[in-house]
């Protein structure tokens, strides 16, 4: 059996392909990395809210799905649209990295809570909106690029300190960078980080399917993401909009704790859903509609009207 895995071509990307690409080559299956540039690799120059969110990091990796040029498409689960299409299907999250946001830079001892005013770079309105929420003392400037480029940034004196996912960090091995990990009760992160999400499409062989899921999926960490993508869908968020979440496995069953942060950073909706580990997509489906049902609809409205 042979694997065409798509990719994008950063180094984060690759090592996300290059993981995957072993797992299934350690069960007995040939491989080859087939790298693919995105639309939001081409577009730099504008924030991601500007050139819309829906497929930004993925139509280009989904289009050579459809045609066969690919048998799967690695991303970064927390940069998957909320809704694929129909002839479309994730079949496979890998076990998840540790999940905090970090704060990083050459000075590392910037601290959020030393009360310092410093300028931070980040592409995520998510991140910005929180900043401002818990932060306000924080000056923001857009960051866009890949991780290395961000950094160049960075020692260029673009900004004093970048906040990023861990998982890219560490996996990039920028680990002696990091001034601060932030706390998840503050910093929830966007849904899906820290895991790789491998998609296929809905007309791949059965039998193939079986095999990459069977080589690929963590269950435990599948049970969370499906849980924060159902309430991320019902919220129809998307990359560009401050909707954060995060699914855990307690005692009790599964819990996911997430909400939704207004722009300026001046209301933030927040709650837990804990429920039964067989039912993750009722869990993320209930705790957006308590969201909802608290006002979340018009802060997301307002949102979408100014981004």
């Not at 690759?14 to 639309?39: C, D, F, N, P, R």
């Not at 209301?267 to 837990?272: S, V």
């Amino acid at each position: 059996m042979h694997i065409k895995i798509g990719t994008r071509g950063s180094r984060l990307a690759l090592w996300q392909a290059y993981y995957v690409e072993k797992s299934l080559q350690q069960g007995g299956l040939s491989t080859e990395i087939v790298i693919i540039e995105t639309k939001g690799d081409q577009i730099l120059d504008r924030s991601l809210s500007k050139i819309g969110s829906k497929g930004v990091f993925t139509q280009e990796l989904e289009d050579q799905l459809r045609d066969g040029r690919i048998d799967i498409a690695v991303h970064s689960a927390k940069d998957l649209q909320s809704e694929l299409d129909e002839d479309l299907e994730l079949i496979a999250f890998t076990e998840r990295e540790r999940v905090n946001d970090v704060l990083v830079s050459h000075n590392t001892t910037l601290s959020l809570k030393s009360g310092e005013a410093f300028v931070v770079g980040t592409s995520s309105t998510r991140r910005v909106a929180m900043l401002k929420h818990f932060y306000p003392h924080i000056k923001t400037v857009d960051m866009r690029g890949n991780l290395q480029t961000r950094l160049r940034k960075l020692e260029e004196g673009q900004c004093d300190a970048i906040l990023l996912a861990y998982a890219g960090v560490h996996r990039m091995e920028y680990d002696s960078l990091i001034c601060e990990h932030l706390q998840l009760d503050e910093f929830t992160p966007a849904v899906g980080q820290g895991s790789v999400a491998i998609e296929c499409s809905s007309t791949i062989a059965p039998e193939k399917k079986e095999k990459l899921r069977a080589l690929l999926n963590h269950p435990a960490t599948e049970a969370c993401l499906l849980a924060e993508r159902a309430f991320l869908r019902r919220l129809q968020g998307g990359c560009s909009v401050p909707v954060f979440g995060l699914a855990t496995h307690q005692a009790e069953g599964l819990s996911i704790t997430g909400g939704v942060v207004s722009l300026d950073g001046q209301t933030l909706l927040k709650h837990t859903v804990t429920g039964d580990t067989s039912a993750t997509e009722a869990i993320g489906g209930e705790l957006a509609e308590r969201l909802l049902g608290e006002g979340a609809a018009e802060i997301l409205a307002q949102i979408k009207q100014n981004l």
